[in-house]
């Protein structure tokens, strides 16, 4: 497969500047989506991350892209918000319905802490995986106040303040990450080289 | 928890300077330069603040923050004379990963940090607090520590938080460049006060100075910059130093 | 109230140009522009940058240095003070680096500033000098800068008398013959290049017309103030000073001069702290802000002039490469002119005049080719931020 990447691009949100540039130093070939035809384009989309539950779907509604996304064959990965939207529900500023191909809702962070969660922090890989090989103890940086409630297809966790929390998602060909691979160093672009090997 | 370790450039486009007290523009070097070589030396995060954007009435450049962030791979923070929802947006397509905002906020609108929080979340959005000591209270101030705005840091912190801001960045006039450790009663207040990540800067001249402030106030992250700038540590080196004290870093 | 006509009285040009490279007009008194539209002051920063030879120039403050050092435990120089980031840049050059004793010699400001006072203490305290703190019977320099106000527009001479004559007076009493001044703002700021190859100002021959605006203060006998009254003001006689062998030199011929780089050093060695905010009229904060009737003798040169406290500060910092013409002309948009309000009401009740005379005073200066009023309210004819000529 080639080492093509479309990179979901929905308007106000999303740092697609930073997650490109990731992306292309792993190796890979940077297309931005910004039609529902552009999804044709690329083998393997992302789905960068920051911005509000609320506001990304909307915005994701309005370029019509929400059905090419759950209509995607290939691998999909999902970052921050990106992964958040995955789900079924969330609650940031209301309810409002996500993409529904991970069966969880998204609520505000339950710890005795400050929020968001802000820097990095180490991510406990509990089942074997592509997208952290060779990378599973090491740290990623995280910034959410929110995290994806759901027992279902649970990759990896991690642990604020002694809250443990979902951080990372795998079912089929859909992958998310509550962390921001594109900033976390080495082992954030290891992650995307891995990503690009999956099929 | 980690501490962050955060190196923080003080940008008048095309150099990286460092003022003290906030005036003066002697130049460090060049951002992208200066911004790599923290980078390598484990800078958790780099906060790209064009300080002269609001006082000379700009906008911020984006093709300089888009130079000075490339090949970075952890948190880039910019910000320097942000008023809008646009602004915020086109820094988040030019290579920035949070805003950061003061000026426009304190003196004019502070209705833009609750409209940014709602579209961009909390997280993105850093509001940053020039303070300046009086007797028995503490000044925010704007235009890169000039402008007074009558606002008192505590109150505004608060409000700030309430407005759904993710972080503020606490900087001090008094102790900018001095070197001589920082406005620690201020830190602590202020990280106590608020629910939210608490990034402090101004006045690391030695290792023990960010040691004292994370043990006295505890903030979430430390930013630095003459003590980078003049090479009296490397962040390793600081990052080592505090480990063997007893402080959780990211190494 | 008569109104002045500034363009005969400063000899000031009738169209308003302003340097190709900074943001001075042609209106500064004294100035000169060469054919390429740049004014005196760049070239001569031109020059600091390109042709002065620097070490040179140090070798002669270093027998400059030798023939006065006296190491007898006696002063061997003056470094007239304010207790600003200037003189305590060469004071602490002088002492530290250069091994002479320095005796700094302050004139008083009218009326402190806070921040001025704490600065002042600071570089004695902190900078480690002694210092002579000269101050004038405070009723009688009342009375000098009303009358200075209402005759010149400036309230600022009776301090200016001072800041020039007092250096001299303490010279000869402490036996001194070497007087050090920081820049010879003639010549970094554009006015008369005359001495801008020379270390020194000939102290006999220039003081009315640089200092004094034409105005001496033996002139102002004529309106009720008695001989007496102005002794502290006066130079003393002029064969005492050349018995004395009295020199005084320029620290910046010596050594480049860079406002901010002064700054820098007065934070570091003497205690020097920037003012709480910026300089009402501009956007700095490290410069000239020990008196509180600073603001009205800036706020006087934009009236006369159109140039005030901003264009100043632009002026040199895009001389010495901080900023860019562009952003200084910015700057000047947002600050130059600014009312300084903060000490007006200081300002009124200590020359004990009304406001309305005040404004009656200042409109009294305001030419014709410099201003034009539109519905009530004053405007520049040509600022630089609409100038179209670059």
Same mark, same amino acid.
């Given at each position: 497969?080639?080492?093509?990447?479309?990179?979901?691009?929905?308007?106000?949100?999303?740092?697609?500047?930073?997650?490109?540039?990731?992306?292309?130093?792993?190796?890979?070939?940077?297309?931005?989506?910004?039609?529902?035809?552009?999804?044709?384009?690329?083998?393997?989309?992302?789905?960068?991350?920051?911005?509000?539950?609320?506001?990304?779907?909307?915005?994701?509604?309005?370029?019509?892209?929400?059905?090419?996304?759950?209509?995607?064959?290939?691998?999909?990965?999902?970052?921050?918000?990106? +992964?958040?939207?995955?789900?079924?529900?969330?609650?940031?500023?209301?309810?409002?319905?996500?993409?529904?191909?991970?069966?969880?809702?998204?609520?505000? +962070?339950?710890?005795?802490?400050?929020?968001?969660?802000?820097?990095?922090?180490?991510?406990?890989?509990?089942?074997?995986?592509?997208?952290?090989?060779?990378?599973?103890?090491?740290?990623?940086?995280? +910034?959410?106040?929110?995290?994806?409630?759901?027992?279902?297809?649970?990759?990896?966790?991690?642990?604020?303040?002694?809250?443990?929390?979902?951080?990372?998602?795998?079912?089929?060909?859909?992958?998310?990450?509550?962390?921001?691979?594109?900033?976390?160093?080495?082992?954030?672009?290891?992650?995307?080289?891995?990503?690009?090997?999956?099929? | 928890?980690?501490?962050?370790?955060?190196?923080?450039?003080?940008?008048?486009?095309?150099?990286?300077?460092?003022?003290?007290?906030?005036?003066?523009?002697?130049?460090?070097?060049?951002?992208?330069?200066?911004?790599?070589?923290?980078?390598?030396?484990?800078?958790?995060?780099?906060?790209?603040?064009?300080?002269?954007?609001?006082?000379?009435?700009?906008?911020?450049?984006?093709?300089?923050?888009?130079?000075?962030?490339?090949?970075?791979?952890?948190?880039?923070?910019?910000?320097?004379?942000?008023?809008?929802?646009?602004?915020?947006?086109?820094?988040?397509?030019?290579?920035?990963?949070?805003?950061?905002?003061?000026?426009?906020?304190?003196?004019?609108?502070?209705?833009?940090?609750?409209?940014?929080?709602?579209?961009?979340?909390?997280?993105?959005?850093?509001?940053?607090?020039?303070?300046?000591?009086?007797?028995?209270?503490?000044?925010?101030?704007?235009?890169?520590?000039?402008?007074?705005?009558?606002?008192?840091?505590?109150?505004?912190?608060?409000?700030?938080?309430?407005?759904?801001?993710?972080?503020?960045?606490?900087?001090?006039?008094?102790?900018?460049?001095?070197?001589?450790?920082?406005?620690?009663?201020?830190?602590?207040?202020?990280?106590?006060?608020?629910?939210?990540?608490?990034?402090?800067?101004?006045?690391?001249?030695?290792?023990?100075?960010?040691?004292?402030?994370?043990?006295?106030?505890?903030?979430?992250?430390?930013?630095?910059?003459?003590?980078?700038?003049?090479?009296?540590?490397?962040?390793?080196?600081?990052?080592?130093?505090?480990?063997?004290?007893?402080?959780?870093?990211?190494? | 109230?008569?109104?002045?006509?500034? &363009?005969?009285?400063?000899? %000031?040009?009738?169209?308003?140009?302003?340097? &190709?490279?900074?943001?001075?007009?042609?209106?500064?008194?004294?100035?000169?522009?060469?054919?390429?539209?740049?004014?005196?002051?760049?070239?001569?920063?031109?020059?600091?940058?390109?042709?002065?030879?620097?070490?040179?120039?140090?070798?002669?403050?270093?027998?400059?240095?030798?023939?006065?050092?006296?190491?007898?435990?006696?002063?061997?120089?003056?470094?007239?003070?304010?207790?600003?980031?200037?003189?305590?840049?060469?004071?602490?050059?002088?002492?530290?680096?250069?091994?002479?004793?320095?005796?700094?010699?302050?004139?008083?400001?009218?009326?402190?500033?806070?921040?001025?006072?704490?600065?002042?203490?600071?570089?004695?305290?902190?900078?480690?000098?002694?210092?002579?703190?000269?101050?004038?019977?405070?009723?009688?320099?009342?009375?000098?800068?009303?009358?200075?106000?209402?005759?010149?527009?400036?309230?600022?001479?009776?301090?200016?008398?001072?800041?020039?004559?007092?250096?001299?007076?303490?010279?000869?009493?402490?036996?001194?013959?070497?007087?050090?001044?920081?820049?010879?703002?003639?010549?970094?700021?554009?006015?008369?290049?005359?001495?801008?190859?020379?270390?020194?100002?000939?102290?006999?021959?220039?003081?009315?017309?640089?200092?004094?605006?034409?105005?001496?203060?033996?002139?102002?006998?004529?309106?009720?103030?008695?001989?007496?009254?102005?002794?502290?003001?006066?130079?003393?006689?002029?064969?005492?000073?050349?018995?004395?062998?009295?020199?005084?030199?320029?620290?910046?011929?010596?050594?480049?001069?860079?406002?901010?780089?002064?700054?820098?050093?007065?934070?570091?060695?003497?205690?020097?702290?920037?003012?709480?905010?910026?300089?009402?009229?501009?956007?700095?904060?490290?410069?000239?802000?020990?008196?509180?009737?600073?603001?009205?003798?800036?706020?006087?040169?934009?009236?006369?002039?159109?140039?005030?406290?901003?264009?100043?500060?632009?002026?040199?910092?895009?001389?010495?490469?901080?900023?860019?013409?562009?952003?200084?002309?910015?700057?000047?948009?947002?600050?130059?002119?600014?009312?300084?309000?903060?000490?007006?009401?200081?300002?009124?009740?200590?020359?004990?005049?009304?406001?309305?005379?005040?404004?009656?005073?200042?409109?009294?200066?305001?030419?014709?080719? %410099?201003?034009?009023?539109?519905?009530?309210?004053?405007?520049?004819?040509?600022?630089?931020?609409?100038?179209?000529?670059?």
């Amino acid at each position: 497969m080639s080492n093509l990447v479309g990179i979901v691009n929905y308007g106000t949100a999303g740092n697609i500047y930073s997650v490109s540039k990731a992306l292309q130093k792993a190796g890979a070939e940077v297309v931005v989506i910004n039609t529902p035809e552009d999804f044709r384009k690329v083998p393997r989309i992302v789905l960068p991350g920051v911005g509000s539950f609320k506001e990304g779907m909307a915005e994701l509604e309005s370029d019509g892209f929400i059905d090419s996304i759950q209509a995607f064959e290939g691998p999909i990965l999902g970052i921050c918000l990106g +992964m958040q939207i995955l789900s079924s529900l969330g609650y940031e500023h209301g309810q409002t319905k996500g993409l529904n191909l991970i069966k969880a809702e998204v609520k505000l +962070m339950q710890c005795n802490g400050k929020l968001p969660h802000v820097g990095f922090n180490k991510v406990d890989v509990i089942k074997e995986s592509p997208l952290f090989k060779n990378i599973e103890n090491e740290l990623f940086y995280f +910034m959410h106040s929110y995290e994806v409630i759901g027992f279902h297809d649970v990759l990896a966790t991690a642990t604020y303040l002694e809250h443990m929390f979902v951080s990372s998602v795998s079912k089929e060909n859909i992958y998310g990450v509550q962390f921001h691979p594109e900033k976390s160093r080495k082992a954030g672009i290891k992650l995307f080289e891995n990503f690009l090997e999956i099929n | 928890m980690s501490t962050r370790i955060i190196a923080k450039l003080d940008v008048k486009p095309p150099y990286v300077v460092k003022p003290v007290h906030f005036e003066g523009l002697r130049k460090v070097g060049l951002p992208n330069e200066i911004a790599a070589k923290y980078y390598q030396q484990g800078a958790d995060e780099i906060f790209y603040i064009d300080i002269v954007a609001s006082l000379y009435q700009r906008k911020i450049l984006l093709d300089q923050v888009e130079q000075a962030c490339s090949d970075i791979f952890v948190p880039f923070a910019v910000g320097g004379g942000v008023q809008t929802l646009h602004d915020f947006s086109e820094l988040f397509h030019h290579g920035a990963d949070k805003v950061v905002i003061n000026t426009h906020a304190l003196q004019i609108n502070p209705n833009i940090i609750d409209e940014a929080a709602k579209c961009f979340g909390s997280q993105a959005v850093v509001v940053n607090i020039e303070s300046k000591r009086w007797d028995n209270w503490s000044e925010c101030y704007s235009d890169c520590g000039r402008i007074r705005s009558g606002k008192n840091v505590l109150d505004w912190a608060k409000e700030v938080e309430s407005r759904g801001a993710g972080e503020i960045l606490l900087q001090s006039v008094d102790h900018d460049g001095r070197q001589r450790g920082f406005d620690l009663e201020l830190a602590q207040k202020v990280v106590s006060l608020v629910n939210i990540p608490v990034v402090v800067a101004s006045g690391a001249g030695k290792p023990d100075d960010v040691l004292d402030l994370i043990k006295i106030a505890q903030p979430s992250g430390v930013a630095i910059a003459s003590l980078l700038h003049y090479d009296k540590s490397t962040i390793k080196e600081l990052k080592e130093y505090l480990r063997t004290n007893g402080v959780e870093v990211a190494l | 109230m008569e109104h002045k006509n500034t &363009k005969h009285r400063y000899n %000031l040009p009738e169209k308003i140009i302003y340097c &190709k490279k900074c943001t001075i007009s042609n209106q500064r008194p004294r100035i000169t522009f060469n054919s390429h539209g740049v004014c005196a002051a760049c070239q001569y920063a031109e020059l600091k940058k390109t042709e002065i030879n620097w070490e040179t120039r140090e070798k002669e403050l270093l027998e400059l240095c030798n023939r006065y050092r006296k190491d007898n435990g006696e002063y061997d120089v003056i470094v007239p003070s304010s207790g600003g980031k200037d003189s305590a840049y060469v004071a602490y050059q002088l002492k530290y680096k250069y091994g002479m004793n320095p005796l700094t010699v302050t004139w008083s400001p009218h009326l402190w500033t806070n921040d001025g006072f704490s600065n002042f203490q600071n570089h004695i305290h902190v900078g480690g000098f002694d210092n002579v703190l000269g101050t004038p019977n405070g009723e009688v320099h009342r009375k000098l800068t009303k009358i200075s106000f209402e005759i010149l527009g400036d309230p600022f001479q009776p301090f200016i008398y001072g800041q020039t004559n007092y250096p001299m007076q303490m010279a000869l009493k402490h036996n001194v013959s070497l007087v050090m001044y920081g820049e010879n703002g003639e010549v970094e700021y554009g006015g008369n290049m005359k001495n801008a190859y020379k270390p020194n100002r000939d102290w006999r021959v220039d003081h009315k017309a640089h200092y004094f605006s034409g105005l001496a203060p033996e002139d102002l006998l004529q309106y009720g103030v008695s001989e007496k009254d102005i002794i502290p003001y006066m130079a003393p006689p002029q064969q005492e000073l050349e018995n004395l062998g009295l020199e005084i030199h320029f620290f910046g011929y010596y050594k480049k001069w860079i406002p901010q780089e002064l700054y820098y050093h007065a934070v570091e060695k003497t205690g020097f702290s920037p003012r709480f905010s910026r300089n009402e009229g501009t956007y700095s904060k490290y410069a000239s802000f020990d008196d509180q009737i600073d603001g009205f003798h800036y706020y006087l040169a934009y009236i006369k002039f159109g140039l005030g406290r901003a264009t100043s500060d632009t002026a040199h910092e895009i001389r010495d490469g901080h900023i860019s013409r562009e952003e200084g002309v910015s700057l000047i948009k947002r600050f130059d002119g600014e009312f300084p309000s903060l000490h007006f009401r200081t300002f009124l009740d200590y020359c004990d005049i009304t406001e309305e005379h005040y404004y009656e005073v200042i409109d009294s200066w305001r030419s014709p080719h %410099l201003w034009e009023n539109i519905n009530g309210e004053w405007k520049l004819k040509n600022p630089i931020w609409l100038d179209n000529s670059l």
